[in-house]
């Protein structure tokens, strides 16, 4: 007897620790994903928790995306899987989004762009191999990564991260041009976490169930496209 039920999709989620990310994994794995998430620390957090109640679904890697030798060191590993869904979600604001860029420091400039920009761009140059050949590479960005939507300013540093990632992002579409794959920038709207602040208009429960059917939907069309959660494309 053969089992004819197809395997079930699977997702390497980077950045699930909290928040969003965490909040992807749990949708993914209610949806019958198998859910590779990674956290930055080795143990103690929601995904750790996630895991421990899904152990068939849900299982947990170590990665700080700021660390190119963590990254290689996931590469080696994974190195003979292969998943549907490839999704960066890592991501930092910083602390005082009306500073100028004449008050923001330049350790904190270094930080963000690191983390926002570099390291998840990094981490898809790396891993984007593991992505099945019709599969989709994705990363979460930011409405104020849009240069074209920015009217009002603030957040400079922030905005400027994020709309470097589109950039860096519009560069690796570019060069694989004649790929089957799905290419996303994916700006989720202002949700109320940890990043987003307390101020947030949306909870994590409205707004989650939209961020995956995006990110399924999208699997169908290759090619990048920069979209907010609703599937609407967001100007550069
Ligand atoms: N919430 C919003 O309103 C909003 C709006 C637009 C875009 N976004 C974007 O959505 C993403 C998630 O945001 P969130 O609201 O869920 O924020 P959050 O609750 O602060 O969670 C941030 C996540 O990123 C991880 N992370 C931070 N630095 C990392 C690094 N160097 N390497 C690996 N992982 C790292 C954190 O891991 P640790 O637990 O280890 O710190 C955590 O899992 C970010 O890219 C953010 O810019 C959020």
Not at 63 to 76: F, N, P, S, Y
């Amino acid at each position: 007897m053969h089992d004819n039920t197809p395997p079930a999709p699977s997702i390497l989620l980077v950045g699930a620790s909290r928040g969003l990310g965490h909040a992807m994994a749990g949708e993914f794995a209610h949806r019958g994903w198998t859910v590779l998430g990674t956290a930055r620390s080795a143990g103690g957090t929601a995904l750790h928790e996630l895991a421990h109640q899904h152990p068939d679904r849900v299982l947990v890697e170590t990665l700080d995306v700021t660390h190119a030798d963590q990254i290689a060191a996931l590469r080696q590993r994974l190195d003979r899987r292969r998943f549907d869904v490839l999704f960066v979600n890592a991501g930092i604001t910083h602390a005082a989004p009306d500073a100028t860029m004449a008050e923001v420091d330049p350790e904190a400039f270094s930080r963000v762009m690191l983390t926002n920009a570099f390291g998840p761009m990094r981490t898809i140059e790396l891993l984007g191999e593991l992505v099945t050949e019709r599969g989709l590479i994705g990363i979460m960005s930011s409405g104020q990564g849009s240069v074209a939507n920015n009217t009002l300013g603030g957040r400079d540093l922030y905005r400027g991260s994020k709309a470097a990632l589109n950039m860096f992002m519009r560069s690796y579409a570019a060069r694989h041009a004649d790929s089957a794959r799905a290419l996303l920038l994916l700006a989720p709207g202002w949700i109320r976490t940890e990043l987003g602040g307390p101020d947030a208009p949306f909870t994590l429960e409205q707004t989650i169930p939209d961020i995956v059917d995006c990110i399924v939907a999208k699997r169908a069309r290759p090619g990048l496209e920069y979209l907010d959660r609703h599937g609407q494309t967001v100007p550069w």
